[in-house]
């Protein structure tokens, strides 16, 4: 099973408008992250929500949790052409006996953005 | 301070070669991961390390992937003999903390690994 599925799959907008993507998971999770992948590039993080936080700003971008739905929302405002990448959200794992996270990041397939200009 | 890198950046080989592929991590950086990405599908966690040490080798496919870092420096990833659906994305990131509290993993450019 997956952990961490994003919706939607992919997504196409003009520069200047809202990008909204939302994520899913199973699990208990210490803290969800997300990240953007550049065409031919690594992963860059961009903003980290822990499991008691519902909110979270940096810069252009905003990301909601609701642990209760097990869902997590990242926004983009006013969109540029160089948001175009694509987005994963990431959620830690813990232990089975549930002691601790483990450290590996479990990723869901992502979200393709593409920014029109 | 220089991040994550990874060598080479692109490989294709054929069906049965063996490749290595290298992660020089985050200096001062215990932790290390490799994750790949195969066919446009989710990312997935292949193995940890702490230190020279395996901490988590759950993710790792079968015995064709061997992976090291003697020394608690940089890791190799040897895949041999390499298949068909080896092909994909191969990521190294390292972190500073331990897994115990928030941590974020600074990920390398990738490996993009074709195999014919």
């Known amino acids: 099973s997956q952990q961490g599925e994003e919706d939607p799959q992919a997504l196409s907008i003009q520069e200047g408008e809202n990008a909204t993507m939302n994520c899913s998971y199973k699990?208990?999770?210490?803290?969800l992250q997300w990240y953007r992948q550049n065409s031919g590039r690594g992963l860059v993080h961009l903003i980290l929500?822990?499991?008691?936080?519902r909110e979270k700003h940096s810069g252009r971008l905003r990301v909601t949790l609701d642990t209760s739905k097990k869902s997590s929302s990242l926004l983009i405002t006013a969109s540029r052409a160089a948001d175009t990448a694509s987005y994963f959200c990431?959620?830690?794992?813990?232990?089975?006996?549930?002691?601790?996270?483990?450290?590996?990041?479990?990723f869901g397939q992502g979200t393709t953005l593409q920014v029109k200009p | 301070e220089a991040g994550v890198t990874q060598f080479p950046s692109h490989s294709v080989i054929e069906k049965g070669q063996t490749v290595t592929l290298r992660c020089d991590p985050i200096s001062g950086h215990d932790n290390l991961y490799w994750y790949r990405r195969v066919m446009g599908k989710e990312i997935k966690f292949l193995l940890h390390f702490v230190k020279e040490s395996k901490q988590d080798e759950s993710g790792m496919p079968n015995n064709r992937f061997l992976a090291e870092r003697t020394g608690g420096t940089y890791s190799t990833l040897k895949v041999q003999p390499a298949e068909l659906e080896d092909s994909g994305v191969y990521f190294c990131?390292?972190?500073?903390?331990?897994?115990?509290?928030?941590?974020?993993?600074?990920f390398g450019p990738g490996t993009r690994l074709t195999v014919l």
């Open positions: 929500i822990r499991s008691n936080e």
């Open positions: 699990t208990s999770i210490n803290n």
């Open positions: 990431a959620t830690d794992a813990y232990h089975t006996d549930g002691s601790s996270n483990t450290g590996k990041l479990i």
């Open positions: 990131a390292s972190s500073l903390r331990l897994p115990t509290v928030d941590h974020e993993q600074f």
